[in-house]
């Protein structure tokens, strides 16, 4: 039997942080984790992290061979993780008080876990408080051949595939669709989305969503909405596509499908009935400080079933520290404004309202709007793609929501979050001294240019 204070299931974004500032407080920690590929979790080595390296390979592509710079661009994508995977590790397992067991845990009761390693053998882990952290995994659709096919991948196995595919078909129109999608294009597939829904991006303006829409098509990206999915049938070098769209009967061939059509909590096998934890069809079900409803134990990231980013597993964390070691007043109200970024090769990144939302939900707002081509920085970088657009109160004048696409808008967004969180007027952006040259000093001329 080992024994600590704090266990830590899964080697997820909010554990390994919370595990680590316990550590600091002098607690004694174990750090479960099945996978000893998956030190750091699921960002550093499966999903932001290499997707963002090999958008940038991607991006830095060579003319010549494709086939060669997609394969140096996974071997250097395995090194990124690799190395960041290892610092991580040390990060934690260097501490004293920590101790990290490579096995996969599930629950015997509340307070007992057993830990089954790869050569079979167990141990039984007792602790005080209990944090399941096990993030989610894709959602594979009940389509017909979809298992059994040899050229069907997820967003973890193709960016392990060593060959680059002639064209891609993509099931799901999300984030990880459209990453990929832009990614793989560069690299030079041809690349065809496959939605189901009848709509490109339907949670943003209408706007914004023709004129990337516009942009992929440039790339040779195809759409294809109202789809469904009848089967899959492996043939020699690829798999055919059988699909119903509008009432007709379609198919389509190619030698690679990637699924990207969600992701589901990681719940299985966990064994949360022997320990009584509530669960629904979105996961653990968790309070808003993410205590479930047995009082020693906390889930946070994916696995509670909100929203699925990395900076959500990491604000998770705080709730949780607060709780512990803090006043315990930190909840999940402060996750209710975030921003939400699409790494396109133009980056789009939007937080709280945009200007359809506004109309439809009868909110007063001025709007300002720029062209990303009357940013100087914009040409200085080669890419004067898209629009930078904010909605401002005229009552508060505080900063209703904003919609920004263009190069670095994933760092310009979080400038706009922080001056809402703050309910800093809109005026003191638009007067601020900005170094030059560089994007942030177009917040001078959108907030002048709001009407
Ligand atoms: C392709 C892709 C790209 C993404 N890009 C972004 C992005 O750019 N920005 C962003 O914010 N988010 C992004 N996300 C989402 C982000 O990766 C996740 O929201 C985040 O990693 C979830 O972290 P977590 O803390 O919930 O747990 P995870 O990091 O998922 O960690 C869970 C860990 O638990 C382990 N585990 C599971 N079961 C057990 C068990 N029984 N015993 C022991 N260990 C177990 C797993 O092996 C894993 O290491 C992306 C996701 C994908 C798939
Ligand atoms: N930049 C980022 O922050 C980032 C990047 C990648 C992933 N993520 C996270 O990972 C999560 C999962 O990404 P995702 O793209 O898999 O999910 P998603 O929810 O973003 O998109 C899923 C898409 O699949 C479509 N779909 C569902 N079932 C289908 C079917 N049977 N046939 C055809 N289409 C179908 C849906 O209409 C939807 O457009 C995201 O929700 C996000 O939280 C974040």
Redesign the pocket.
């Known amino acids: 039997m080992i024994t600590a204070k704090n266990v830590f299931i899964g080697f997820g974004k909010a554990a390994k942080t919370l595990a680590g500032a316990l550590a600091a407080h002098g607690e004694s920690v174990i750090m479960i984790e099945v996978s000893d590929k998956m030190y750091g979790g699921t960002c550093i080595n499966v999903?932001?992290i290499p997707?963002k390296t090999l958008l940038t390979s991607s991006q830095n592509n060579q003319l010549g061979n494709a086939q060669k710079n997609y394969l140096n661009a996974i071997v250097n994508k395995n090194d990124v993780t690799g190395t960041l995977r290892e610092s991580n590790l040390h990060k934690i397992s260097d501490k004293s008080t920590v101790t990290v067991l490579n096995g996969r845990a599930e629950f015997e009761s509340a307070t007992q876990l057993k830990v089954t390693y790869k050569n079979g053998k167990t141990d039984e882990i007792t602790g005080e408080r209990i944090f399941i952290n096990t993030g989610?995994t894709?959602?594979l659709?009940n389509?017909p051949g979809l298992q059994e096919s040899k050229f069907v991948k997820t967003?973890e196995s193709l960016m392990d595939q060593r060959r680059l595919p002639t064209h891609l078909a993509i099931?799901?129109?999300?984030?990880?669709?459209?990453?990929f999608a832009s990614i793989y294009a560069n690299f030079g597939s041809k690349v065809t989305i496959?939605?189901?829904?009848d709509k490109f991006m339907?949670r943003d303006e209408r706007e914004l969503a023709t004129e990337v829409k516009q942009n992929l098509a440039k790339k040779d990206v195809q759409f294809e909405f109202n789809?469904?999915?009848d089967q899959i049938e492996d043939h020699a070098g690829g798999a055919r596509i059988s699909f119903t769209q509008n009432g007709q009967a379609r198919q389509l061939s190619v030698d690679t499908i990637l699924?990207?059509?969600?992701?589901r909590a990681n719940i299985d096998h966990l064994g949360l009935d022997r320990a009584g934890v509530e669960t629904n069809h979105r996961g653990v079900v968790v309070n808003e400080h993410l205590q479930t409803n047995i009082k020693n134990i906390w889930a946070m990231g994916?696995v509670r079933g909100g929203?699925?980013?990395?900076y959500i597993s990491l604000d998770d964390y705080r709730i949780v520290l607060d709780q512990l070691v803090g006043e315990g007043k930190r909840t999940l109200a402060e996750q209710e404004l975030v921003p939400?970024?699409?790494?396109l090769d133009t980056p789009v990144a939007t937080i709280g309202l945009n200007e359809e939302q506004a109309k439809a939900q009868n909110v007063s707002y001025k709007v300002g709007k720029i062209a990303a081509a009357s940013v100087p920085k914009t040409h200085v970088l080669g890419n004067t793609t898209g629009y930078l657009k904010v909605l401002v109160s005229p009552d508060s004048h505080e900063i209703l929501g904003a919609t920004l696409y263009c190069e670095d808008s994933q760092e310009l967004i979080n400038t706009i979050s922080l001056a809402m969180h703050q309910h800093i007027h809109y005026e003191v952006l638009r007067d601020q001294i900005y170094s030059h040259l560089t994007m942030t000093e177009a917040f001078n001329d959108l907030f002048s240019a709001i009407k």
Do not use: K, M, N
């Open positions: 999903a932001c997707t989610s894709p959602i659709p389509i967003s099931i799901g129109g999300g984030y990880i669709g459209l990453e496959l939605d189901a829904g339907p789809t469904q999915i699924v990207a059509t969600g992701r994916d929203a699925q980013f990395t939400h970024v699409v790494f």
